[in-house]
């Protein structure tokens, strides 16, 4: 029987038929149900916008901003993690480069340098600034929300009059405080968002990352098709990369694989080697 999730607040589809959703072009589609329950074609890059408005965008709308100034800022810095796998077609996975390469192109014309050396004027020395501000979000904002539910040093949380952010350094180009406002925050990559959907069908390159990028999300070999109770009896047709180690399952993709033991815990190796224990449910293997 056929399953059917949501891929996006607007649309549902059989992961039996369309799992995973591998891309090949800009223009590709894929077969989904929509809310009244009527099955169409509608594009990838429409499905993600679904996504990014429908249950980020839109929901950081519905907030008030002094007591929810951190849940703002969490949904803002989740966009900006995922989407700069899009944006410079790179996994996630190849480093936290990713996401501080995406913060200097998307926030590079907007943010406020209060105090900075002279020779911050140079074009270089302000994208290092900018790089150094993106590394300190990477650790105290996305690691301290995510990891912590809590900002950690030098970041406040705080109206701005004309910038979603302010940073200062000292000197020696350290950097001694950064603010941000969370509703300004939300409204720049929104905007941001805007501008790269009315460029993406005219840049080639920007095609590219994206298809790159959605294909490392949502179109790997790692993780596919049939999804089977843990504990029921697995088919007679094994798939060629699943093997049993001992009482346990492994799935071996291009780079990656994926334990599933008894227990209902899969043990997920990256190419890196960095291992990651999950407790499941439900398994995923290619068919």
């Not at 969490?74 to 936290?96: C, E, T, V, W, Y």
């Not at 140079?122 to 979000?137: F, G, Q």
């Not at 070999?221 to 009896?233: F, V």
Request: aromatic letters at 10%; a negative charge.
């Amino acid at each position: 029987m056929s399953k059917l999730v949501f891929i996006s607040p607007s649309y549902r589809l059989s992961t039996d038929e369309n799992w995973p959703i591998k891309m090949s072009s800009i223009a590709d589609e894929v077969k989904v149900i929509d809310g009244h329950g009527s099955e169409l074609s509608v594009k990838i890059i429409d499905i993600y916008k679904d996504i990014v408005y429908g249950w980020f965008f839109d929901v950081a709308d519905r907030l008030n901003e002094a007591p929810d100034g951190f849940v703002i800022l969490m949904i803002g810095i989740a966009f900006l993690d995922s989407h700069s796998q899009l944006r410079l077609g790179k996994s996630s996975l190849s480093g936290k480069e990713v996401f501080y390469d995406a913060f200097v192109e998307i926030f590079e014309s907007v943010i406020d340098i209060e105090t900075v050396p002279v020779r911050a004027i140079s074009k270089n020395h302000k994208e290092s600034l900018l790089r150094s501000l993106a590394k300190c979000l990477y650790v105290n904002v996305r690691n301290g929300l995510f990891h912590d539910l809590m900002i950690r040093n030098l970041i406040e949380l705080k109206h701005i009059p004309n910038s979603p952010m302010e940073a200062e350094w000292t000197n020696q180009s350290e950097i001694q405080y950064i603010g941000i406002d969370p509703r300004k925050f939300i409204v720049h990559l929104k905007n941001y968002f805007e501008m790269y959907l009315s460029i993406l069908p005219q840049d080639m390159a920007l095609q590219s990352n994206f298809k790159n990028g959605w294909n490392a999300i949502l179109g790997n070999n790692t993780i596919q098709q049939a999804k089977i109770p843990i504990d029921s009896s697995y088919p007679a047709s094994t798939p060629s990369n699943l093997h049993y180690t001992n009482s346990n399952i492994q799935i071996q993709g291009q780079n990656n694989s994926i334990e599933i033991q008894t227990g209902g815990t899969a043990l997920y190796t990256s190419q890196y080697g960095r291992q990651s224990a999950y407790r499941i449910k439900w398994r995923a293997d290619k068919s």
